[in-house]
């Protein structure tokens, strides 16, 4: 799904009206009413609404909204500015809203003397994608006193006090959900303003397709869409080397389990044939934990050489150490090394000793740093906005793809596009996570994906499994190894939705 701009989506809004038939206070009552459908489908236990709505098009969308829910029978009380002015079409549905007397409408300024039930919903429908500037004055001080409630709150398009596209430094909408229409904003997935949506639903409200396919953005969210343009069905007429040969190089005294988890990543992600080049002292350890692959040994306690297969497909780094026979031996090998790797962990950290190594990593290279590593590697930035314009330029000068770990992992590309990632939560937050994910990515490209492919379908797929076992075992108990052991329903839930049916 394409990330559009506020000023994109003002376009894309005015374009819709202008080229279907449907005006302007049609689209607003499409909008308030998938507003409503997903309300009254998933707020069975709340009858009560305070909706809070402001001069411009989002209030619009509350009186909209605040009309539909009181004519299916829930309770409703409006919070306005009476005296603002109001935009044409706030002000049409403001109108509508008085007229029905069992709705009672009240000042801001009543807020504070109002009781809220706890079963009292609090709906946000003061500012969306046309907010200018931070809050202040009365606004400020009503979304701070909101957020002080302990009631469920929902959004209208955007929590109230943040932008679409950059950070702020506003008072924002705390909320429990954002109903959002018809696309993901980019500070929903950022961690300094994605913290104020909540979950994130997206509700389609049918804007104009021939625009959103003919406008250019470089920033994508990672959908269901993308996933079924990128995976690929086993061919029945198959054999192992059809999908490759990979190598994990890591592991050294008291770090096998990387190597382990890593290499059974690669295995359970489909790889043709996989070997694990690992120090001897995690022979026994790895041929016991993954019998399916294959041992290669590059060192007693620590790796020191890395002679490497040139027909597999390399993953480095996990567990590696950092040990100097390590290091000179990993770059001695990146030195005379040009097909694409993929690089995590303490690959990167040796890297990170000297700028001058950067230019070693071969063209076409997956790096999946997390925030610290990246930091190593490419400096400080003042927030993870100013982060992702900074690898943008790294990937474009070092021609590498970057997969920057984060709640949602990016994957940046030589050409300057973005990928965010939705899936995976919280129970990845845990040693071992990376691992799978250099196994995942490895046996993807392996598997004759490209590397962008390799990488978004490697970084979704992760975060897939990831939902998948915290269903089975909570956030806070799941382990690496339970999502590698979800890996087999990812890829049948996959196949069902590729694969032609009768
Ligand atoms: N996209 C779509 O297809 C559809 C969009 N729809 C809805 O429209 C919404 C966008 O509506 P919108 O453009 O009227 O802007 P909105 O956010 O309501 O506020 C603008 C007003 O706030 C004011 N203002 C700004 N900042 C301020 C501040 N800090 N403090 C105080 N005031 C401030 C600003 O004044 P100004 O900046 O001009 O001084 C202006 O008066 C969108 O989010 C969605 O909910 C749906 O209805 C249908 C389909
Ligand atoms: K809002």
Request: aromatic content about 10%; glycine content about 8%; overall charge negative.
């Amino acid at each position: 799904m394409k990330i559009f701009t506020a000023e994109q989506i003002r376009d894309c809004d005015q374009y819709t009206i202008k080229n279907e038939p449907v005006s302007s206070m049609q689209l607003m009552e499409r909008a308030a009413e998938a507003c409503v459908e997903w309300i009254s489908e998933n707020c069975n236990h709340h009858r009560n609404f305070a909706i809070f709505c402001g001069s411009g098009n989002n209030g619009g969308d509350g009186f909209a909204i605040a009309r539909m829910l009181y004519q299916k029978g829930f309770d409703v009380d409006v919070f306005t500015n009476m005296k603002a002015k109001f935009s044409p079409d706030a002000q049409e549905n403001f109108r509508h809203v008085k007229e029905i007397t069992g709705i009672s409408v009240r000042e801001f300024k009543e807020t504070s003397g109002y009781r809220f039930d706890s079963r009292t919903v609090i709906i946000d429908a003061l500012f969306g994608t046309g907010l200018s500037r931070s809050l202040d004055g009365e606004m400020k001080d009503l979304v701070e006193f909101l957020n002080l409630q302990k009631n469920i709150k929902i959004s209208i398009d955007l929590p109230s006090g943040l932008m679409a596209d950059t950070i702020s430094d506003s008072e924002i909408f705390m909320a429990d959900y954002t109903l959002t229409f018809q696309f993901w904003k980019k500070s929903f997935l950022h961690a300094e303003t994605g913290k104020f949506t909540g979950k994130v639903q997206v509700l389609d409200i049918h804007l104009n397709q021939d625009y959103i396919e003919e406008n250019e953005t470089r920033d994508f969210v990672i959908d269901d869409e993308v996933i079924k343009s990128i995976f690929k069905i086993r061919s029945e007429f198959s054999h192992k080397g059809t999908y490759g040969k990979v190598n994990i190089i890591g592991g050294s005294y008291g770090k096998m389990g990387a190597a382990v988890l890593s290499t059974r990543a690669a295995l359970k992600a489909g790889a043709g044939l996989t070997f694990t080049i690992a120090p001897k002292c995690g022979y026994e350890i790895l041929q016991t934990s993954d019998p399916e692959a294959m041992f290669i040994e590059g060192g007693k306690d620590f790796i020191e050489s890395f002679h490497i297969d040139e027909t597999a497909v390399c993953g480095i780094g996990p567990g590696l150490g950092t040990h100097e026979k390590t290091a000179e031996g990993f770059l001695k090998f990146l030195k005379s090394y040009s097909k694409p790797l993929i690089l995590d962990a303490d690959a990167l950290n040796i890297i990170a000793q000297n700028p001058h190594h950067l230019n070693l990593i071969p063209e076409k290279s997956i790096i999946t740093p997390h925030p610290k590593e990246f930091e190593r590697l490419f400096g400080k930035t003042e927030n993870s906005f100013q982060r992702t314009v900074l690898a943008k330029d790294k990937s474009r000068e070092l021609k590498i793809y970057i997969v920057l770990k984060d709640h949602h992992t990016q994957i940046i590309t030589p050409e300057g596009m973005v990928f965010y990632n939705i899936t995976g939560n919280s129970g990845l937050a845990k040693g071992g996570s990376g691992d799978i994910l250099t196994g995942i990515v490895t046996s993807f490209l392996a598997q004759q994906y490209t590397e962008q492919e390799a990488a978004i379908l490697g970084v979704w797929f992760h975060g897939r499994a990831a939902e998948y076992a915290s269903e089975k075992h909570s956030k806070e108990s799941m382990l690496p190894s339970d999502v590698i052991n979800e890996f087999g329903n990812v890829f049948s839930v996959l196949n069902d939705k590729v694969r032609k049916l009768l």
